[in-house]
């Protein structure tokens, strides 16, 4: 398997021990906070790192990040992310999604007014509204938003942004009210909304692998 440290990209701390796990190595070492690796992903200083694929880094480093700084999420990026979200795989191919790029300051503050979690996105930089067309899509809109929206959120950790799935469909009164607010038409669902900024806070990247989750040929 080609395992590496996941810090090894960053500035490079020195395992001092390494004690052997069924599924992985835990290691003990020194570090540097919030390093960012040279492909823009950061992982933050804690004293134990997992010893992981290396491959898969893009998926173990995207943890929700729920603070940020409050600076603004760059138009490169913005479109950087919506083209994550449109290179999903979709049902037949449909590509039934839309979305709703929120930037403005006062937008932002409505919004997390109204998600019942959502308070972080009026510190956000960006709310991305994932929605679909139930007319493209009646059967698969919710799958195949639910791709596009990993998709931005291992976007954004890729280009060093701190993202969070906050949902809505299908709590029904939260997503009318999204949708109202967004201007969303009646025949588009409004499956989520991501917020996303610049991060402060670096939740550490994890494998959360689980062998007895793991059905070999059967259950
Ligand atoms: C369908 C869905 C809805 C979620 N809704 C919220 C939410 O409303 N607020 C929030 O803070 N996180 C929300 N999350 C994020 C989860 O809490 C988070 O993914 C989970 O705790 C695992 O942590 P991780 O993303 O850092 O791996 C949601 C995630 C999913 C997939």
Same mark, same amino acid.
């Given at each position: 398997m080609n395992t590496e440290w996941v810090t090894t990209y960053g500035l490079v701390p020195t395992p001092v021990f390494t004690c052997v796990c069924p599924w992985f190595s835990i290691g003990i070492g020194g570090g540097t906070s919030g390093v960012s690796d040279m492909s823009g992903l950061r992982h933050h200083n804690r004293w134990i790192y997992c010893y992981m694929d290396q491959r898969l880094s893009a998926l173990f480093s995207r943890r929700s990040v729920? =603070?940020?700084? $409050?600076k603004p999420v760059s138009e490169a990026d913005v479109k950087a992310l919506l083209e994550a979200g449109m290179a999903a795989p979709s049902a037949s191919n449909r590509k039934p999604w839309h979305f709703v790029a929120v930037t403005e300051p006062a937008r932002l503050a409505q919004l997390a007014a109204i @998600?019942? @979690? $959502? =308070?972080m996105l009026s510190s956000a930089g960006l709310c991305m509204a994932v929605c679909g067309d139930r007319d493209i899509s009646p059967d698969f809109w919710v799958q195949d938003c639910s791709a596009a929206t990993e998709n931005i959120l291992v976007a954004a950790a890729m280009l060093g942004l701190g993202a969070v799935w906050l949902g809505a469909h299908p709590r029904a009164e939260r997503e009318r009210d999204l949708k109202q607010r967004l201007g969303v038409p009646e025949n588009v669902g409004l499956l989520c909304l991501v917020a996303v900024g610049h991060p402060d806070e670096y939740p550490d990247a994890r494998t959360q692998y689980d062998e007895q989750r793991v059905h070999r040929n059967r259950w």
């Open positions: 729920r =603070k940020y700084t $409050g @998600h019942p @979690h $959502g =308070k």
